[in-house]
Structure formats: structure tokens, C-alpha cells
């Protein structure tokens, strides 16, 4: 039997933890340690429990390496006494594996995930809570490396075991698979699926832990975030602002956490243009970072890249191309070769190299950033794709080729009709980089779609259809022609037509909806910049088509 002492110790480290005062909790967790080597005959499983508990208060205060040496002290104690099948040894390697989920040490964290799994689900049953918490760990991991399709069914699975378990009551744990699963969906672009989930977590933690909770800032940040990736700016600052707030007082200036918050605030300035804003939050989240985590963390490497997109847009390219290139090495090392972050960087140092004129480098990245593309998992509206066939290679709605200087073609692809005989409507906007603004728009339905790009550029000139070579672009005015093309200059903006009616009022709608989606796009958010573009694909190409007479 436990004694009484230890008892105490336990619950008084419980309850500090939950209340978010992580510095007390440590000393609650050090003097339970203390007395269970003490005690003559302490069953050792009393001394792994309190070094768990130690453990996860420096990992709660960001002491990574600290809580790395007592979850491993615990698990070799445990392992020692109890069989390497027992459901405490299962336990600590669910917490080591969750703190290899954040150190990025993920090799290690699915082997030690995997393991957890399968002697909980052997000695508990499938469908036990303790599963569930490997099972979340696992889907985690999962997630943040990009590998979405293992991720979903195993947060499903969680949290059905959770639901089970805990019933209609609010439950810490409940909320952290809630919480997970609209991550994921966030990632993936599913907003309509990510906010209800994002919510009832936020509102489960704040019942259970108080509003000025960290895990409570942890919600409300990713909370932000989703707003932030829908261009609802004023929302997501005040929500960003609100995490800050709370993780500056209840963890201190020099934590991890108030480092994403940083940096989260100065990307939601960096796409509102204010740079000078942007700048010195990614800065400060950088010196966190590289204290905190290490050089090599993937954090450090988005912080870097942040930096160096300001310094693009200021035209300081030499500024920019060392810390794309850092960016990049750390991310290839941490993330992998084909995770779409490497993929971002790769494609802002390619933009940097272009605008150098280092022509043959850029090409050399962007052939790498379109094999990425081709295997990585893009986000879809999910009405918007329920007719495409899955293979279909029109599912990758974005193509964006280099025209000359500052003036880029992007082109978007929207199936209509049934779902076997569609057309594909392609529309292709000039962008002029420097000035930001649109420079010409084509929309083209062809007879038949381009089966091995998913995408068919047609100029019309003097009624004939001619190609174009890649390298070149022809904007022409407003014309209509029977081969199917319809066509917009707009060296400014577009002109009402005469007598009060904005003849192109669809048309106005979509450039407002393709240059936000492009500016997403250039910086290398594939995923929001599919987002912007999912309400106008839901809304307008029935309309856009009466329009264009086709």
C-alpha cells in the first residue's frame, strides 16, 4: 500500500499541475521523490511515479531535457520491477513518446507510440481510456509529420474511447483529442469540420481550468489560427493576443509557447503588409527558440523563414537567401525531404535565387518543389472535390509558372457538369509581384482537359488560338471569342460597364477572392490559399459561366 505521505505529495503536485503553476508543481514532485527513496521499503513503483510527475513539470516549463532523463529514469525502473508488458511501463513510454512528439525525435516517438498501443490494448482491451491516450499520441505525431491519412482514424478512435469513457462530463483529456482532431482538420483545410471542434475544447478547458490556463491559451491560439487561415484578421489578433497574455504570465517570457505566440502574431501582421511590425516578433521568437529547443528545431526553421519572406518583400534578397537556406536544412533534417514545409522553403528560396537572376538554382528548387506536390497530401473543400474521381489529376487545383521579372501566371481549375463528362473551367491570372496587383485574367472552358497536367493555357488573339511558351504571357483586352475563351485586361481595375451595371461584378468577386489567394500562395501557404479560394468555387462558377456565354 502506497503510505499516506506520498499520497499527499501526489495529489498536492495534481493539483498545483492542473491549476497551471507548473514552478510549485516541481517542488511538490521533487519532495515526492525524496520521500519515496527514503522510505525503507518503498515499492519502487512510487519512486517512477514521482519522477513521472517531475518530468512532466519541466516538460510543462519547457526543461525538455530535464524531463527526458526522469521519464527515462521511470520507464527503466518500472521495466525492472514490473515486466516490460506491464500497463505502467506502457505508460511511461506514452510519455516519453509524447515528449519525442515535441522534440522532434519522431522515429523515436513512433516506436515508443507503437509500443504503448500494444501493451495497453493486450492488458486494458481496445477500447480502455489509457488506449486512447496512446492512440492520441500516435495520431500527434502522425499529424505533425504531415502523414494525415494514419492521423485521422486514430484521433476518431480516441475520441469515440474517450467519449465512452468519460461520457457527456467534460474531461481534460476529452478535450485534448478534440483538440488534436481539429488540428488536423485545420491542416487539411477543413475549416467547417476544425471550429466546432476547436471550440468545444476551448470551452471544456476553460470550465475545467480557469480562462487564464495555459492549456486554455494552447486553445485559444489555435483557435486564431484557424480564423487567422480564413483571413479573418481582427478576430485571430485578438485571440493571438489573449494566448500571449496568458503564457507570458503563467510560464514566464522565455517559453516555447510564447514563442508560437510570437511568431503567430507577427504572420498575421507579415499578410497584412506591416512588416515593420512582423519583423521584431519573429526576432524575440527566435532567440526563444533557439534557447528553448536548439538550433535544429523545426520551430527555429519557421521563425527563419518568416524572417526571411520580410526581407523578400523589401527587396533585401541577399538578406533573405541565407535564411532561407539555414530554414531550409533545418527543416529537411527535422521534417524530412518531402514534407510540405520543406517544400515552402524551397519555393521562397527559389523566388529569392529568381529575383538575383540566378535563374538556373530557382528552376533546379521549383522542379524539387513539384515532385513534393506530387505526393503530398493537399487540403480540399470537401463538397467542392465529392465528384472528382480520387486519381484525378485536376485535384490539384494549383499550377504557378515564372513568367519574366516580376510578373507571375497562376491558374485554378474548376470541374462542372457530371461527374464522368465535366468540363474543367481553367482561369489564369497575370500578377504583378512588385506591385502587387492584377495584370491580365483568361478563363477558358476547353472541349476536352489536359489528362496529364490538369491544366490547358489558351491565349486568343485575332480569333485564333495559339500556344504560348512558358516563359511568356500576353494579356489582351476584353474580348469574347467562339473557341471558348473569354478574357480581361485590367491594367488597373475593372471598369463598371456603362449605365450604372458592373457587367463583371463575377468577375471583380474572383480577383478579390485569386490575389488573396495568391499573396497566401507566394508565401507559401498552399493550404489557405485553397481555403480563400473554396468559397468562391462553392458560389460562382455556375454563375461565372452565364457570364463568360458558355
Same mark, same amino acid.
Given at each position: ?30 519532495? &515526492? ?63 516519453? !513518446?509524447?515528449?519525442?512528439?515535441? +522534440? ?46 494514419? !492521423? ?15 461520457? @457527456?462530463?467534460?474531461? @481534460? ?63 485571430? &489578433? ?20 510564447? !514563442? ?15 512588416? %515593420? ?25 519557421? $521563425? ?20 532561407? +537556406? ?10 524530412? @525531404? ?21 535563374? +538556373? ?17 493537399? @487540403? ?16 490539384? %487545383? ?13 491558374? %485554378?481549375?474548376? $470541374? ?33 482537359? *489536359? ?6 493555357? $489558351? ?45 463583371? *461584378?463575377?468577375?471583380? $468577386?474572383?480577383?478579390?477572392?485569386? %490575389? ?31 457570364? !463568360?456565354?458558355?
Amino acid at each position: 500500500m502506497r503510505p499516506a505521505a506520498l499520497n499527499q505529495l501526489d495529489a498536492d503536485f495534481e493539483s498545483l499541475f492542473k491549476q497551471g503553476r507548473y514552478e510549485g508543481a516541481l517542488i511538490a514532485a521533487k519532495k &515526492e521523490v525524496e520521500a519515496a527513496e527514503k522510505t525503507a521499503g518503498t515499492d519502487q513503483a512510487f519512486v517512477a511515479r514521482g519522477l513521472n510527475n517531475l518530468a512532466r513539470a519541466y516538460k510543462a516549463q519547457g526543461k525538455y531535457p530535464q524531463a527526458k532523463l526522469l521519464f527515462t529514469r521511470a520507464l527503466t525502473i518500472d521495466g525492472q520491477n514490473l515486466g516490460s508488458d506491464h500497463p505502467n511501463v506502457a505508460a511511461d513510454l506514452n510519455n516519453l !513518446a509524447e515528449l519525442y512528439v515535441v +522534440t522532434e525525435e519522431f522515429a523515436l516517438g513512433e516506436t515508443f507510440g507503437k509500443r504503448s498501443v500494444s501493451i495497453r490494448e493486450k492488458a486494458l482491451g481496445p477500447q480502455h481510456a489509457d488506449v486512447a491516450a496512446s492512440l492520441n499520441t500516435l495520431a500527434e505525431l502522425y499529424r505533425l509529420t504531415g502523414r494525415y491519412a494514419l !492521423a485521422e482514424p486514430l484521433f476518431e478512435r480516441a475520441l469515440a474511447s474517450r467519449e465512452q469513457a468519460f461520457g @457527456p462530463e467534460d474531461h @481534460p483529456e476529452l478535450a485534448v483529442t478534440l483538440h488534436g482532431l481539429a488540428l488536423l482538420y485545420l491542416n487539411q483545410g477543413r475549416y467547417e469540420r476544425s471550429e466546432p471542434l476547436h471550440k468545444r475544447a476551448l470551452a471544456m478547458r476553460e470550465k475545467i481550468f480557469g480562462p487564464e490556463h495555459p492549456v486554455v491559451a494552447l486553445s485559444l491560439n489555435d483557435l486564431a489560427l484557424l480564423y487567422h487561415s480564413q483571413s479573418q484578421y481582427k478576430l485571430a &489578433e485578438s485571440l493571438y493576443k489573449r494566448s500571449l497574455a496568458i503564457r507570458e504570465k503563467a510560464l514566464g517570457p522565455d517559453h516555447p509557447d510564447v !514563442a508560437e505566440s510570437l511568431n503567430n502574431i507577427g504572420l498575421l501582421y507579415h499578410y497584412q503588409g506591416r512588416y %515593420m511590425l512582423a519583423l521584431p516578433l519573429y526576432e524575440r521568437a527566435l532567440i526563444i527558440l533557439e534557447k528553448t529547443l536548439g538550433p535544429n528545431h523545426s520551430n527555429v526553421g519557421t $521563425c527563419l523563414n518568416n524572417i526571411a519572406l520580410v526581407y523578400y518583400y523589401q527587396n533585401h534578397y541577399e538578406r533573405a537567401v541565407p535564411l532561407y +537556406t539555414r530554414a531550409l536544412a533545418i527543416r529537411e533534417k527535422a521534417l524530412g @525531404p518531402d514534407h510540405p514545409d520543406v517544400a515552402q522553403t524551397l519555393r521562397n528560396l527559389a523566388y529569392a535565387y529568381k529575383a538575383q537572376g540566378r535563374s +538556373t538554382l530557382a528552376e533546379q528548387l521549383f522542379t524539387r518543389v513539384l515532385a513534393i506536390r506530387g505526393k503530398a497530401q493537399y @487540403p480540399r473543400n470537401s463538397e467542392f472535390v465529392a465528384d472528382q474521381p480520387a486519381d484525378d489529376p485536376l485535384a490539384r %487545383m494549383w499550377d504557378v509558372e515564372h513568367a519574366s521579372g516580376n510578373l507571375y501566371m497562376m491558374g %485554378m481549375d474548376i $470541374c462542372h457538369g457530371a461527374p464522368k463528362e465535366s468540363e474543367v473551367l481553367s482561369i489564369y491570372v497575370g500578377v504583378d509581384t512588385a506591385k502587387k496587383e492584377a495584370a491580365g485574367v483568361i478563363i477558358h472552358v476547353p472541349a476536352t482537359a *489536359d489528362k496529364t497536367r490538369g491544366l490547358i493555357m $489558351c491565349f486568343v488573339e485575332d480569333g485564333e488560338t495559339i500556344s504560348v511558351p512558358r516563359d511568356t504571357v500576353r494579356v489582351l483586352p476584353l474580348k469574347e471569342h467562339k473557341h471558348g475563351v473569354y478574357q480581361i485586361f485590367l491594367p488597373e481595375h475593372v471598369v463598371p460597364a456603362k449605365g450604372g451595371e458592373k457587367a463583371l *461584378d463575377v468577375v471583380e $468577386c474572383f480577383l478579390k477572392y485569386q %490575389m488573396v489567394a495568391f499573396m497566401y500562395w507566394i508565401d507559401g501557404k498552399q493550404m489557405r490559399a485553397s481555403a480563400t479560394l473554396s468559397g468562391f468555387q462553392e458560389q460562382y462558377p455556375k454563375v461565372l459561366l452565364e457570364k !463568360a456565354g458558355f
